[in-house]
């Protein structure tokens, strides 16, 4: 039960911080978007560490979909965490700015 609520809180961080990465979410279709690509991102999102170039990866994959992701109630809190800024900037992506 312990490892299902840690797996959902890490699928809700990554997702979130994800969200942060995004300028252009209304570019892209709601069928590409899929938050559970950003797996790799849970653990240095939710407690540090390094960042797994498939996070990078996937968050490249998913930057359309961020602002989306920052929006909604269960991952927009993530995206203004610390470590969700230390993604962007270990994978030397842009910070989104979600209007």
Same mark, same amino acid.
């Given at each position: 039960?312990? $490892? ?7 699928? +809700? ?13 209304? +570019?892209? $279709? ?5 938050? $559970?690509?950003?797996?790799? =991102? +849970? ?11 498939? =996070? ?15 929006? $909604? ?10 470590? +969700? ?12 700015? =979600?209007?």
């Amino acid at each position: 039960m312990k $490892s299902i609520v840690a797996a959902v809180v890490a699928l +809700a961080a990554i997702v979130a911080i994800a969200a942060a990465a995004a300028g252009s979410a209304e +570019a892209e $279709s709601a069928a590409a978007c899929n938050p $559970s690509q950003l797996t790799p =991102c +849970a653990g240095p999102t939710l407690f540090g560490g390094p960042v797994p170039p498939a =996070c990078c990866g996937a968050l490249r994959a998913q930057m359309g979909c961020l602002c989306g992701y920052a929006r $909604s109630p269960n991952y927009g809190a993530y995206i203004h965490s610390p470590n +969700a800024r230390r993604l962007f900037d270990v994978c030397r992506i842009p910070m989104p700015r =979600c209007a």
